[in-house]
């Protein structure tokens, strides 16, 4: 009796783990489970925004956000270019899923005893994802000398992060504001390195496909923020009516920033990528802008707390900075994300903004929950812009900028 032999193990299999470009593009069930660790970290961080508002905290927390949101863009990066069905990569992501919840768990206390935590899990999860990756694709000099340029600029980036981290106050926010500097602007110049130069062109195509639903994810992950806030902070101090106003408020202001995000350049996004080019550009320009308009959600979301544990009484200048201040960055971040897709911007986005900023100084006579309101209403305006503009017209295609 002779046994069949063995089926020679496949190319993909056996070899470097990079992603297949003919191969399923969909996001797979890890990496949803990967951005669990996200629904609690931006919840933490709206949360330690308004124990003490003040111009201070505000800067801590987009620090955090920054550092927090980088850790998920640049792993995403990496699912988009290698396999993430391989059991390596599939390896990878569960010990950055560790690193980011570590981080996580020192949000409350970054800038106080637990800074270490918090700069030394971040560095550890970029510096170790380079260290991983370079030896898994070392039978492909192009893609591990990619992999090199990225490990130098993370590698440089570590000393502020490590620096600030023994040091405390003021120096701590600037050591860290130089180190997420220089990881930002790494990635928008294409990671130059002396004697390496910049990432190919080649090597930064993206799966449109894969990409854009990743970043559609992140958002209504920012959305869970609202949501978590809503529903934990609803308060039985004050009157039934007063209970009720505040939450509805919060929903309808949550359900406003997810209709005007996907509309319609959400929805558009997985065409304007295929339709541009170079793809590569959205590539560079995306985790900026969705890190605006994320902060706007974050920011909206650190307001929800403020007006429904006190929905009435007077609202303090800081209080109406967050109430107004929230919608504004995610409105700023929107007309972005339009020009990306549209190549250009509607004209409620600027209106809106204007509109946050004509009714604060009346806003500050009023209660936080009617202050609240104004911001509601204000994004109620830009959602029927959006709506009267498409309404009964051809479908708009993309048209992203050269």
Request: aromatic residues 10%; glycine residues 6%; neutral net charge.
């Amino acid at each position: 009796m002779h046994l069949p032999a063995p089926e020679p193990a496949s190319p993909q299999a056996s070899g470097p783990p990079v992603r297949d470009p003919e191969g399923p593009r969909r996001v797979t069930l890890l990496e949803l489970f990967f951005d669990l660790v996200y629904v609690v970290a931006l919840a933490l961080i709206s949360r330690t925004m308004v124990e003490q508002l003040d111009w201070h905290s505000a800067g801590q927390a987009l620090i955090m956000l920054a550092a927090v949101w980088w850790t998920w863009a640049i792993t995403t990066l990496v699912t988009d270019l290698y396999d993430p069905e391989r059991t390596e990569i599939k390896l990878l992501i569960s010990a950055v899923m560790f690193g980011a919840l570590l981080m996580t768990t020192a949000i409350p206390e970054a800038f106080d005893d637990r800074g270490l935590v918090f700069a030394g899990t971040y560095v550890a999860i970029h510096l170790g994802r380079g260290l991983f990756l370079m030896p898994a694709v070392r039978r492909q000099p192009q893609t591990q000398r990619r992999a090199a340029r990225i490990f130098v600029w993370f590698l440089v980036s570590a000393i502020p992060w490590l620096v600030g981290a023994f040091v405390s106050g003021d120096a701590r926010i600037i050591c860290w504001t130089i180190a997420l500097a220089i990881d930002y602007v790494g990635f928008r110049l294409a990671y130059p390195v002396p004697g390496l130069g910049v990432v190919p062109e080649k090597q930064r195509n993206v799966q449109a496909e894969h990409l854009s639903e990743r970043y559609q994810q992140f958002f209504i992950i920012a959305l869970g923020d609202c949501i978590l806030t809503i529903g934990t902070m609803f308060s039985l101090e004050h009157n039934e009516a007063e209970n009720i106003a505040a939450f509805a408020v919060a929903f309808l202001t949550t359900l406003l920033l997810w209709r005007i995000y996907v509309h319609k350049s959400g929805e558009l996004l997985p065409s304007a990528i295929q339709a541009a080019k170079s793809p590569s550009k959205f590539l560079f320009t995306a985790p900026y802008t969705h890190l605006l308009m994320i902060s706007g959600v974050v920011t909206t979301a650190a307001g929800f707390h403020l007006v429904l544990h006190e929905p009435t009484g007077e609202t303090p200048p800081a209080w109406l900075a967050v109430f107004l201040g929230g919608p504004a960055l995610f409105l700023t971040g929107r007309a972005s994300f339009e020009y990306e897709v549209f190549s250009r911007v509607s004209w409620s986005r600027p209106g809106g903004i204007l509109a946050l900023l004509t009714i604060a100084p009346v806003a500050l006579y009023v209660p936080p929950m009617i202050a609240s309101l104004g911001a509601l209403l204000v994004l109620a305006g830009v959602a029927y812009a959006d709506h009267r503009r498409s309404h009964g017209k051809p479908a708009e295609t993309p048209s992203p900028p050269h």
